[in-house]
T-cell receptor, first 114, second 111 residues
């Protein structure tokens, strides 16, 4: 079982460039999430998808878009990258139910925007 | 009054000692809490969870304590080992909401 797989692991962009971060999970989870983690800080939710076909904004959605391609895959797109988007990005999935949200995380994408 | 453990951004302990990591949560409506461990270069990994109808839960070498009166959560690690060195995050969520993460505590275990 691979769990949650993210690609790429590292990426350097110039300001204004676009890119898509890919995420796939093989645990048959309904919910998927994108978080960002800045140095010395906790994780902040960018977007989430409670189930296939739905997406919702999290705490810090500006500058990002997402696509829930199918139950397995949830991608994050930066249309015009800015230096403020330099961060480590984590994809996660969970099987929500009964108020329980136990997250399973990928290994992260380290993004630098110059 | 009751003393509440202070959240520290870093904690250094000697191998074999017990570690206590504290977390203050913000939402009185939160009813589920989780501790995650994040090793360098990896994503957070689930350690232990607790529901709001409990005040203590034990796992293997780890214990989580919940004090709803003062909105405080702690993670106790028994006989701390070098492999326990990591950043530890607490997370809270409500039945309808998403997990909200604390700022994390970096635990360093000295040999």
């Amino acid at each position: 079982n691979a769990g949650v797989t993210q690609t790429p692991k590292f990426q350097v962009l110039k300001t204004g460039q676009s890119m898509t971060l890919q995420c796939a999970q093989d645990m048959n989870h309904n919910s998927m999430y994108w978080y960002r983690q800045d140095p010395g800080m906790g994780l902040r939710l960018i977007y989430y998808s409670a189930s296939e076909g739905t997406t919702d904004k999290g705490e810090v959605p500006n500058g990002y878009n997402v696509s829930r391609l199918n139950k397995r895959e949830f991608s994050l797109r930066l249309e015009s990258a800015a230096p403020s988007q330099t961060s480590v990005y984590f994809c996660a999935s969970s099987e929500r139910g009964g108020g329980v949200e136990k997250l399973f995380f990928g290994s992260g994408t380290q993004l630098s925007v110059l | 009054g009751e003393s509440v453990g202070l959240h520290l951004p870093t904690l250094s302990v000697q191998e074999g000692d017990n570690s206590i990591i504290n977390c203050a949560y913000s939402n009185s409506a939160s009813d589920y809490f989780i501790w995650y461990k994040q090793e360098s270069g990896k994503g957070p990994q689930f350690i232990i969870d607790i529901r709001s109808n409990m005040d203590k839960r034990q796992g293997q070498r780890v214990t989580v304590l919940l004090n709803k009166t003062v909105k405080h959560l702690s993670l106790q690690i028994a006989a701390t080992q070098p492999g326990d060195s990591a950043v530890y995050f607490c997370a809270e969520n409500t039945n309808a909401g998403k997990s909200t993460f604390g700022d994390g505590t970096t635990l360093t275990v000295k040999p």
